[in-house]
């Protein structure tokens, strides 16, 4: 397995293909894959002169030989070319039967194996056979098609964008600025749901037009147009299977999927590290790769420098049991706008998640001594790991509902009646407990806020997800917060040329754990003060680490944001960059943010994040990546400041 990298291409509607540009365009996508890039230009659907440009950029992982160079053609004359970003864990299993009908492989590269697989047996069985990550471009002249195709959960990402006189693809957007045919335009449509839910669900993003493909799909180019196709969705429900399962026959199977999901994500050429928060995902997954691999495991972990929300014993416990080679970072004060500014770069978007700045800076460090990294990220939303899961079950019980409102009495010196009655939909509930922005401050902040529009697209998410009950939820969780840490995951870790893998979200486990009653993961009861969620990893963990390890609540990053927006250089920035910024723009509500943000600054109260902060996170964090994204382009930010400021780091 030779790709975590990049692959883009364009087709050109009107004029010929430039391999300038094709070379300028996979030039900014080089920190993806430093190792290896290719470019060519081909003639397809009827054109008279090439009119479709391909790049690729490689990170070599396994056969690092030239073998592995992309773009890689196979056929009689050539006729089928592929460009892949990601990792085929099963690539191997299908290279003696391929070889058996008469393929002669160069090397030792999933890449070749997935242009045989293709050859051999179409694009439909081939993704059926396959286990991976990945975004792929597969052409064939043959018949003059085509494929963009995206993995089954979405773990990496295929951006596209459309005009009338070019159709674009990409692992990362940025790449788009180089063609001169792109206009970036802000999805004024798109900003609400930013604002409330700190992420854009579905495939929209915040500039219109540039969309991300769906996960489990792929899209079909040919000369009569474009078509999508759904190849794979989380399994239909089952009829109930709790006293089946209660006899004893889930742990078993879901211990054999768990190995084999660390397991089979260990296929490398190059040594595996793996990113150790301390909490049960990751220390799981740090003690069954421990025992999987044949040298001392290497894990990396961040920390901040509020202590009270550290959980470095919580590392350093499950390091010591692992017999790990630890790696621990303090994300220094002085980092925080470097930081802010790079990761808004590379994750091309406004930076929602604070704590993605240390892990951006981890990564980093982490890229030093490793190529490859595990991260338990998916299986909270998988396996119901957040309390709302157990909330919502909780709300079908009058006890609870009355404590609610009581609590909401208190707080806000109102009560909810349709919650307290239990008249209020279950699923409006369940979608605004992610919600960040109370939707008066949103519609104080952008005069043209729809929170009606963003609340209809979300229902229509999750009715249109398969599962019964908390699995429903699980699974829309998995198709819309979970996404945006996908991606997050991707960029901050490209961005120093680490390739991130994902174990539990193997797809094959994911559809076992759809076949489960919801009681092995979430229970309606609590456990003292800890809410027995993700249950049937907790146990796991508790067995291995004990039970005060896993019993205990989630913590979180501890980055206090007032602490950096009140003093220093990012004081100076925001008050001379950024509100300047957003008066100007004239997008957002000025007089709001900066009355929330001289407040805020002269409170001699303890400072702590709260739902008007969230507010000055999210407007600050859309100004600077608009300042980039949209009144000019990020790549030449990037020339001019950012790579400075990256190697400062």
């Known amino acids: 397995m030779d790709n975590m990298c990049s692959i883009l291409g364009f087709i050109e509607k009107k004029q010929v293909a430039d391999i300038h540009t094709v070379e300028q365009m996979n030039r900014v996508l080089r920190h993806r894959g430093p190792d290896d890039a290719g470019t060519d230009v081909l003639t397809m659907f009827g054109a008279k002169q090439d009119n479709v440009g391909i790049g690729f950029n490689r990170l070599s992982i396994r056969d690092l030989s030239q073998a592995g160079h992309q773009p890689m053609y196979s056929g009689t004359n050539g006729d089928i070319i592929i460009t892949f970003n990601g990792e085929i864990y099963n690539a191997d299993q299908f290279r003696e039967s391929l070889a058996r009908k008469g393929y002669t492989f160069r090397g ?22 396959i286990d991976g990550m990945f975004a792929i471009c597969l052409i064939d002249k043959r018949q003059d098609r085509i494929y963009l195709i995206r993995d089954r959960i979405g773990e990496k990402p295929l951006y596209y964008y459309e005009n009338n006189t070019v159709f674009m693809w990409a692992s990362e957007y940025k790449a788009f600025y180089e063609h001169p045919a792109f206009i970036p335009e802000i999805a004024l449509e798109n900003l609400t749901e930013y604002f409330m839910f700190r992420y854009v669900s579905g495939d929209d993003t915040l500039l219109r037009y540039v969309k991300n493909l769906t996960p489990g799909s792929y899209m079909v180019i040919g000369g009569s147009g474009i078509s999508k196709v759904k190849y794979w969705d989380f399994p239909e429900p089952e009829a109930d299977r709790t006293a089946e399962f209660a006899a004893g026959k889930a742990p078993q199977e879901f211990d054999r999927l768990l190995e084999k999901a660390y397991r089979s994500r260990l296929v490398s050429d190059v040594e595996i590290g793996v990113q150790l928060s301390g909490g049960v995902d990751s220390s799981c997954l740090t003690y069954y790769t421990s025992k999987a691999n044949d040298h001392r495991l290497k894990t990396f972990g961040i920390t901040f420098g509020d202590k009270v929300y550290s959980e470095e014993k919580y590392m350093a416990q499950a390091a010591e049991k692992c017999n790990a080679e630890t790696h621990m970072y303090d994300f220094p004060n002085k980092l925080f706008l470097k930081s802010w500014l790079l990761t808004t770069y590379f994750f091309e978007a406004p930076m929602n998640h604070e704590g993605t700045l240390g892990l951006f800076y981890l990564n980093k460090r982490a890229s030093e001594k490793v190529k490859v990294m595990l991260c338990g990220e998916g299986a909270d939303e998988t396996m119901g790991g957040y309390r709302r899961f157990y909330d919502i079950l909780q709300y079908k019980k009058p006890g609870h509902r009355i404590k609610t409102a009581l609590k909401q009495l208190l707080k806000e010196r109102k009560i909810n009646l349709p919650v307290l009655f239990g008249m209020a939909d279950p699923d409006l509930i369940f979608i605004r407990a992610t919600q960040y922005s109370d939707d008066s401050d949103v519609k104080r902040l952008f005069a043209k806020y729809d929170c009606d529009s963003v609340i209809k697209k979300r229902t229509e998410i999750l009715h249109s997800t398969r599962g019964n009950s908390i699995r429903k939820y699980m699974n829309y969780e998995t198709i819309t917060y979970c996404q945006d840490l996908l991606m997050r995951a991707d960029k901050t870790s490209m961005a120093s040329s680490l390739e991130i893998r994902v174990p539990y979200l193997m797809p094959e486990l994911l559809e076992y754990e759809n076949r489960l009653p919801d009681n092995c993961f979430v229970t309606s009861h609590s456990n003292g003060a800890i809410y ?31 602490d950096y927006f009140s003093s220093g250089l990012v004081k100076d920035h925001i008050e001379e960059k950024i509100l300047p910024g957003i008066k100007k723009r004239g997008i957002l509500n000025y007089k709001f943010v900066q009355d929330i943000y001289q407040r805020k ?27 980039m994204y949209i009144d000019g382009n990020p790549n030449r930010y990037y020339d001019n400041c950012g790579q400075k400021l990256q190697e400062e780091l």
């Not at 390890?549 to 501890?558: L, S």
Request: hydrophobic share 45%.
């Open 108 to 129: 030792t590269s999933d890449t070749e194996v997935l242009l045989y697989l293709y050859e051999e047996f179409g694009i439909d069985e081939m993704l059926r056979l």
């Open 532 to 562: 027995n969620t993700k249950k049937i990893l907790k146990e796991k963990c508790a067995s291995i680490f004990g039970k005060e390890f896993a019993y205990r609540p989630k913590m979180g990053f501890g980055i206090v944001l007032m």
């Open 601 to 627: 600054c002269s409170s001699r109260a303890s400072i702590k994040n709260d739902s008007k902060l969230w507010i000055l996170w999210t407007a600050f964090s859309f100004e600077m990546w608009a300042q």
